[in-house]
């Protein structure tokens, strides 16, 4: 408990410091490229399209209808996978920059999340405005997104802490944690949907996924389906039980090995 007291009182002692190094971080990424952090636009679009055309008409025949189901959850898995696979080699590739500078290490995972947070909201922008052109404007229930943003956030950075800590121990782990985000990715409804009274037990080992609760979460509040996290309050307990049990891990791994990171270089 007092790991994760301590790494809570960084994020709050350091927020400015995370917000301009998460800015600095999203800039950079983009320097060399002409459209610059457009692409961060044009290429979740790009495979859009290509999801839209393999699962809407090949494989699911499910057709336009398709199109504002995967925007309002594909979105979520545009945030999360490069946060997961960035994160996880966060610490043990900054380790130089480390060693010069005098700043918590738990505030790395969180101004990398941030950066891609920003790209997420400016993401997030253009599908509310594209689901607004397939007739989903926005509703009542839209007012709950930032919460899932929050949620999803905090999921994140509990995960973080324990994927860049393992990670900076042992590098294969980062390498583990790439090749599963893709099993990850057919395994969270992005592409497909089970009914649970079809298939109860399968819908309920697919809830054991936290990112299930969010990709609905966000489908909820986009297509202006219900209020989830109250309609699913058993569900909304689970998924912070489960950041919980996480960040408290995540923090005591990360407290117990920072002295030790420059080792492992």
């Given amino acids: 408990m007092s790991s994760a007291l301590t790494v809570l009182k960084e994020q709050i002692n350091n927020f400015y410091l995370v917000r301009r190094l998460s800015v600095y971080e999203m800039k950079s990424a983009n320097s060399n490229n002409y459209l610059g952090i457009l692409w961060e636009i044009i290429n979740p679009m790009i495979q859009i399209a290509i999801y839209w055309f393999v699962f809407g008409f090949i494989i699911l025949n499910r057709g336009e209808n398709f199109l504002p189901w995967l925007m309002a959850g ?10 997961i696979t960035q994160t996880s080699k966060s610490v043990y590739s900054r380790l130089n920059m480390v060693s010069k500078m005098s700043f918590p290490m738990s505030v790395i995972p969180s101004y990398v999340i941030f950066a891609k947070l920003y790209q997420h909201l400016m993401l997030l922008g253009v599908i509310i405005i594209l689901l607004g052109f397939t007739g989903y404007l926005p509703t009542v229930y839209i007012i709950q997104l930032p919460y899932y943003v929050a949620a999803t956030v905090a999921l994140l950075f509990s995960f973080g802490l324990i994927s860049s800590t393992l990670s900076t121990i042992i590098r294969d782990v980062h390498n583990i944690i790439v090749s599963l985000m893709k099993v990850l990715f057919y395994l969270t409804p992005i592409l497909w949907v089970l009914d649970a009274k079809e298939h109860p037990i399968i819908v ?14 966000y489908r909820a509040s986009l297509l202006g389906e219900s209020w989830y996290l109250i309609a699913h309050w058993e569900y909304t307990l689970y998924f912070w039980a489960v950041v919980i049990i996480l960040f408290l891990i995540g923090s005591s791994l990360h407290v117990r090995f920072r002295d030790r990171f420059v080792d492992f270089k």
């Fill in 74 to 83: 594909i979105v979520v898995w545009f945030f999360v996978n490069p946060s």
């Fill in 204 to 217: 309920n080992i697919m809830k054991l996924n936290p990112l299930y609760y969010i990709v609905d979460g």
